[in-house]
């Protein structure tokens, strides 16, 4: 049984620092891109960070450059967003995905909330 688990979220103040994981079993975690989104009340849901094979390249949205960092640990099968810098407009809910060739995994999603 496929499964993505996130936590990690919560309410932070702005200038706050949050790390949300992601917890994958039942495929082969290493095979594997993988991404964090996020959606915000009202909108769609947009690609935040994510993690290419084979070289783990990384890339990030403009809007989050310089303050999250993603990664993974094949080892225990986790992804990871480290988020620091928080502003208001980070609110929204996080999703993890895990995408090969046709296979597309979605998490439940966690809920950050930056406000004051």
């Known amino acids: 049984q496929v499964q993505l688990v996130e936590s990690g979220g919560g309410l932070v103040q702005p200038g706050g620092s949050l790390r949300l994981s992601c917890a994958a079993s039942?495929?082969?975690?290493?095979?594997?891109?993988m991404r964090w989104y996020r959606q915000a009340p009202g909108k769609e849901r947009a690609l935040v960070a994510d993690?290419?094979?084979?070289?783990?390249?990384?890339t990030y949205a403009s809007s989050v450059e310089g303050r999250f960092t993603i990664s993974r640990d094949n080892a225990k099968n986790e992804l990871f967003l480290d988020m620091n810098s928080l502003k208001p407009e980070d609110t929204a809910v996080y999703y993890c995905?895990?995408?090969?060739?046709?296979?597309?995994?979605w998490g439940q999603g966690t809920q950050v909330t930056v406000s004051s």
């Open positions: 995905n895990a995408r090969y060739g046709s296979l597309v995994y």
């Open positions: 039942g495929f082969q975690f290493s095979r594997f891109t």
């Open positions: 993690m290419l094979l084979p070289g783990g390249r990384r």
